[in-house]
């Protein structure tokens, strides 16, 4: 095996194909679409977020899609649709985007936060009992960089305890749990669709359900201009015509008419992707440190668009060899590898710890409660080390076989190389996992 191009050797990928990473074609039906909205002055009307709607439920198998302008504003809404309200307490995993979480301050809940599984990413379903208490009203789950939560665990807990489940499909769209299309398991899902997204439509979220009242209730919390007769909830029909949260949160119908292109293709686009990494991970089937971030692909389980792939990494198997160094190596191999997740622990941040929001005089994550939920460093050990554990990995967006084993193998040779990495190895720096913020409580 040649020498690795961070000591002086030549790099394995030399030349890279954009087109294996490219977020999306955009075809003629894309311009045609976004064209027609910009010449009939649309951008704020409904008629093609309807249509988009229309369709997105009838893919994902579900009665309502309402259309966001954001993903962050699809999550605002489902909490208070489903009921959170002011002095409630919310679950959540503490590696995720903040939007997963964070709009519940502004409902004058608060976050209480789990730890996650090593192997998966996602909410721990056993260690969520003994954070409930008394004003706990409902869990949100992320399906973390694709990986399906273990929802036949959640939901157990949640109907035992008469909770209501968010399901933040953000990065799976399109992925199975157990035969069971994410989005549909919880009581609600939301999903957001910017450009970083494997379903993108620009920026634009989306909010699905099988549940009348909880879809108009989002209609009641976000959408006035849809907030008429049709919505026939007696607590909400006094109401019409206004915005229950005060907010408007319409999908820009530039985005609407690109989801709707997308989506003719998405399921297509989806299954070489899948094909591809899967692929990528039985290559490395067997390689010291690198495990494979996914689901056994014959359990009925699927990773969806595979957002932000990662590896799991084990330094103990190469010799204590830290992430961020063997991320540079395969760097230096041509390859966009970067160690940790994007996420940190959000239980570590201040904001969850001494920020007064809303102007209480006293921290807004205490204000709102009726108990002192603040986590502190130790207890949620999983999450906040995880960052040492995790590496970016090529995400494929299609299917070519001698690239991805090209891709493959420049892994392999890092890894039959690491001893001589080891020398030059200065460690993690502490934001590989945690924030760069001042202290805690
Ligand atoms: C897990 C998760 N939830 C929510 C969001 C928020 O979505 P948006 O950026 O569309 O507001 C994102 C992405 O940005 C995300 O990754």
Redo the contacts with the bound molecule.
């Keep these: 095996m040649s020498q690795l191009a961070i000591l002086g050797g030549p790099k394995a990928i030399s030349h890279a194909n954009p087109n294996l990473f490219r977020w999306s074609d955009v075809t003629s039906e894309h311009e045609e679409a976004v064209l027609d909205v910009l010449r009939r002055g649309a951008m704020s009307g409904t008629d093609v977020t309807r249509q988009f709607e229309r369709e997105y439920a009838a893919w994902q198998g579900q009665t309502y899609a309402v259309g966001f302008n ?4 699809a ?1 605002h809404t489902a909490m208070w649709a489903v009921g959170v309200r002011a002095g409630d307490e919310v679950l959540c995993q503490s590696i ?2 903040w ?2 979480i964070l709009p519940v301050y502004s409902l004058g809940a608060t976050p209480v936060f789990i730890d996650i599984e090593h192997h998966s990413l996602c909410i721990d379903p056993d260690l969520l009992e003994a954070r409930i208490g008394p004003r706990t009203r409902a869990i949100v789950v ?1 399906h ?1 960089m694709g990986y399906p939560t273990d929802m036949d665990r959640v939901m157990a807990v949640a109907r035992r305890h008469g909770l209501k489940v968010i399901e ?1 499909v ?2 799976a769209h399109g992925g199975v749990f157990l035969g069971r299309r994410l989005g549909t398991i919880g009581d609600v899902a ?1 999903f ?3 450009s ?2 494997s379903f993108p439509i620009g ?3 989306m909010l699905t359900t099988d549940d009348t009242e909880i879809h108009d209730r989002a209609i009641a919390f976000a959408h006035y201009e849809r907030f008429d007769e049709t919505i026939e909830e007696p607590d909400l029909a006094p109401y019409r015509g206004l915005p229950m949260g005060g907010t408007k949160y319409r999908m820009h119908q530039m985005s609407s008419a690109v989801g709707r292109v997308q989506l003719r293709t998405y399921d297509q686009r989806m299954d070489g992707i899948q094909r591809a990494m899967n692929e990528f991970w039985d290559l490395l089937e067997g390689v010291p440190g690198l495990h494979p971030h996914r689901v056994d692909p014959s359990s009925g389980s699927t990773m969806g668009g595979w ?1 932000n792939p990662k590896g799991l990494y084990a330094p103990e198997e190469l010799g204590g060899l830290s992430v961020t160094r063997f991320c540079q190596a395969v760097k230096a191999e041509g390859i966009d590898c970067r160690p940790g997740l994007v996420y940190k622990p959000l239980h570590l941040h201040p904001l969850f710890h001494t920020a007064d929001v809303y102007g209480h005089g006293k921290p807004t994550r205490v204000a709102f409660a009726t108990r002192d939920v603040r986590e502190r460093r130790g207890d949620l050990p999983v999450a906040e080390n995880i960052g040492k554990h995790v590496y970016g990995i090529p995400w494929f967006r299609s299917y070519d076989r001698d690239a991805i084993a090209r891709y493959a193998e420049a892994f392999r040779k890092v890894v039959a190389n690491h001893g001589e990495l080891l020398a030059g190895d200065t460690g993690d720096a502490p934001s590989v996992a945690d924030w760069q913020n001042e202290p805690l409580i």
């Design positions: 954001t993903g962050t504003a999550l995720t985007y939007a997963s992320t973390n933040d953000s990065h939301a957001s669709c910017m970083g997204k920026e634009g979220g957002y």
